[in-house]
């Protein structure tokens, strides 16, 4: 199978828009990437055809929305090669996931326990850690970030102790793009015994993910990073873990029998998943999965390894530029700053040429006080992206930089 840029493009009706005459380059893929037909055709399909509540219905429609519902479960098992459908809960998106995790956590943790992350993360998988550990009196430790933007592993070795109890850390970092070596931290954190949740927000959408053979216990991403819809995601947790730990939010759906005075659980995975679920955006989800899957995962990753190594050269050669965070191995992010110029000002002038970029500190104020920057201007590339995009980006910011001078 080989990469047919073009092919793919056409896929995404939103790639036609143009931005007062521009045509929209759209690179601002780490916040959200965009839909593919089929992903908005699976949506429309749902609500104009089986639309109803699941589990629960007698008649043929909920039949229906439980089986499209249930397989695009199973798709998601097979798309991180979880080892059961029942260790795939459907979630809002990653916030929603590491915030089961805490739940269950806080439940665990006591004074003198140790939970580590990283100065690297999105605040969804720092702030949640904070507040576990203040209600169970336990320690938060953080693993520096070196000046390469790579995870400083010595001291990540040397903070792990009988202590720890639990670690997280991404995948791959949303504000400077480094993909951290999961499997190898995995392993070390496993040799203290402590549970390990990867935020998986990043990587999901550009490498091939395998539970098992990372070893973790957990692993959360959003549908909408993946060209899914928003709000929708997974949690995949083991189920020697889930089916020990507390339960989440209460409800219908995650209870087996209710007395007046008490209630028991369900079974995993429904006892994680109170309420109506969010029936069409998972079976949309399902979807954007089967379709990303049935590409070449490897020229995929190559295609997206060219645009990154293309900005990046011409990044390194453009004065007045500097790169936040050049590790070895990266996806999808160029952050940067410019000698001249708030990164909303290069954003808001960038956006007045067509291109859409982030700025700001990308949920990540930890990792930017680190850099000594007050945010930066981020590039994040997708499947659809094109090298010809990369040289209008850098065109349009010479303009910018004229500006701004
Ligand atoms: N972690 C990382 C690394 C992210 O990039 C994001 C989204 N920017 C999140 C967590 C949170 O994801 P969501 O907003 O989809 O819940």
Redesign the pocket.
């Known amino acids: 199978m080989s990469f047919d840029v073009a092919a793919i493009r056409e896929q995404f009706p939103i790639l036609k828009r143009e931005i007062d005459g521009n045509p929209l380059i759209y690179l601002d893929n780490?916040?959200?990437t965009q839909k593919p037909q089929c992903v908005i055709d699976a949506l429309v399909e749902y609500y104009t055809t089986c639309n109803s509540n699941v589990h629960r219905g007698a008649h043929r429609l909920a039949d229906e929305a439980t089986r499209h519902f249930e397989a695009a479960r199973d798709i998601v098992k097979d798309f991180i090669n979880a080892p059961k459908r029942e260790e795939v809960i459907w979630t809002?998106?990653?916030?929603?996931?590491?915030n089961i995790v805490a739940n269950g956590l806080a439940a665990l943790l006591s004074a003198g326990d140790e939970v580590i992350a990283t100065g690297m993360?999105?605040?969804?998988?720092l702030v949640t850690w904070q507040q576990a550990c203040k209600a169970s009196g336990a320690t938060l430790k953080t693993v520096p970030v070196l000046e390469s933007g790579e995870l400083d592993l010595d001291a990540y070795q040397a903070l792990l102790s009988a202590h720890t109890k639990f670690v997280a850390f991404?995948?791959?970092?949303?504000?400077l793009g480094t993909v951290n070596p999961i499997k190898e931290m995995t392993a070390k954190a496993k040799q203290f015994g402590a549970l390990v949740l990867v935020?998986g927000?990043?990587g999901a959408a550009h490498r091939k993910i395998d539970v098992q053979e990372i070893g973790c216990d957990f692993y959360?991403f959003?549908g909408?990073?993946i060209y899914g819809p928003?709000g929708i995601?997974a949690l995949w947790g083991k189920e020697s873990v889930l089916a020990e730990w507390p339960v989440w939010r209460t409800g219908g759906e995650m209870i087996s029998t209710v007395t007046l005075q008490d209630a028991t659980w369900n079974v995993l995975p429904y006892r994680f998943e109170a309420g109506t679920p969010n029936v069409g955006d998972a079976i949309a989800m399902g979807e954007a999965i089967r379709w990303l899957s049935a590409l070449d995962r490897e020229a995929v990753e190559a295609h997206e390894k060219a645009l990154l190594d293309h900005a990046t050269a011409l990044a390194e050669q453009f004065e007045g530029l500097t790169i936040i965070g050049k590790a070895r191995d990266k996806a999808g992010v160029l952050s940067f700053v410019m000698d001249h110029g708030h990164p909303a000002d290069i954003g808001f002038l960038l956006d007045r040429q067509g291109i859409a970029v982030r700025t700001g500190d990308?949920?990540a104020q930890p990792l930017m006080a680190r850099f000594n920057v007050p945010g930066t201007a981020r590039v994040s590339f997708s499947i659809y992206n094109t090298l010809e995009e990369v040289d209008a980006l850098f065109a349009a910011l010479k303009k910018v930089r004229s500006m701004l001078a």
């Open positions: 780490a916040a959200t809002t998106g990653t916030t929603e996931g590491i993360e999105h605040h969804a998988n991404p995948h791959v970092s949303n504000a935020d927000a990043q959360a959003s909408h990073k928003m995601g990308h949920c």
